[in-house]
């Protein structure tokens, strides 16, 4: 008897491999296979305007890392005593104006440089929800918990939603030719705009995505959306506020992930990482013993033989700690 709705996920006709560059972007949702693909020793840059939900925003600030575009002291405003970008995520802002502008466009440089050279581009999407400043139309990353009547509230048509991704996405395969793309749909619901309104919301970036996957070549889906709502479908997967995935849906999707998206040479190495991750991670009750030191010894040796078979591997930070430095 199956307990679980079946869902088919064949493997990506290119795999991601160790490595590899990968630029993840896009909702909250992004940060969960971001950080941990950084912590599993994968080459990657996540979210550099911080995190963005609606395809306008992505795209634009796609766009944008490719020139890169130069942010200047006259493109912030101020509210809340801290200097703030309509373009960026809160993280961004700052009491110091120069600060700002200084964070940003560093930012900026480093996502253009990892671009050119990345082999993968994630992108999740949230909602096609997409705000607008009133006086002026212009389409804003994050609100910065500004007065609600300073802004429009507009849901993007899944043509428009194609049309930013088109034009994105041939100005990036131009300014780097060997780039592919993995898109997948955030499976946070976005309550606030009610359920009917999230749904609708979802539907059009499946439709979108979808017909961006089938326009180009270079383009594939993670289900991470289905696997959540449609195969998980329970409240006990999903934290106290109804709305995020809890811990174990999260893992659920990460090993989904793992199994469709990489090759079976870095699902054996990402084992052998995830071992060094957890020992380095290890907590011990007496430091001083001679138990903990042979622990420390033998983590140490596994390491650096593991650096020294996969270069590629930056392991600095637990060869540090197993040694003693």
Not at 180 to 207: C, M, Q, W, Y
Not at 208 to 214: G, I, Y
Not at 247 to 263: G, H, N, R, S, W
Request: net charge neutral.
């Amino acid at each position: 008897m199956e307990f679980q709705l079946p869902i088919s996920l064949p493997p990506l006709p290119v795999p991601i491999r160790y490595g590899e560059k990968v630029l993840l972007t896009g909702s909250c949702f992004t940060e969960h296979i971001g950080n941990a693909l950084g912590e599993w020793k994968f080459d990657v840059l996540q979210n550099p305007n911080g995190i963005l939900f609606d395809p306008a925003s992505v795209a634009s600030s796609l766009v944008s890392y490719i020139r890169p575009e130069e942010y200047t002291e006259s493109d912030l405003f101020y509210l809340n005593e801290v200097w703030q970008s309509w373009q960026h995520h809160g993280i961004f802002s700052n009491m110091d104006r120069a600060a700002a502008v200084a964070g940003i466009n560093a930012s900026q440089r480093r996502a253009h440089a990892f671009l050119k050279q990345a082999d993968w581009l994630i992108i999740t999407l949230g909602s096609a929800f997409s705000y607008r400043l009133a006086d002026t139309g212009v389409a804003v990353a994050n609100c910065h918990r500004a007065p609600a009547q300073g802004f429009r509230k507009h849901l993007m048509a899944i043509e428009e939603i194609h049309a930013a991704f088109d034009s994105c996405l041939y100005q990036l395969f131009n300014f780097n030719p060997r780039l592919k793309v993995l898109f997948t749909i955030s499976p946070v619901r976005h309550i606030r705009d009610g359920v009917v309104d999230n749904n609708r919301s979802k539907a059009r970036l499946i439709e979108a995505v979808h017909h961006l996957v089938n326009k180009f070549d270079r383009i594939w889906y993670f289900p991470a959306y289905e696997l959540v709502i449609d195969v998980l479908r329970d409240y006990r997967f999903y934290d106290v506020d109804m709305v995020h995935p809890n811990y174990p849906a999260t893992q659920f999707v990460l090993e989904k992930f793992i199994q469709q998206c990489l090759d079976a040479d870095a699902r054996e190495l990402l084992e052998e990482v995830k071992k060094i991750v957890i020992a380095r991670k290890h907590k011990p009750f007496h430091p001083a013993t001679q138990a903990h030191q042979r622990f420390l010894a033998e983590q140490y040796s596994r390491t650096v033989a593991l650096a020294e078979r996969y270069p590629f591997l930056n392991l600095t930070e637990e060869i540090n700690y197993f040694s003693g430095k």
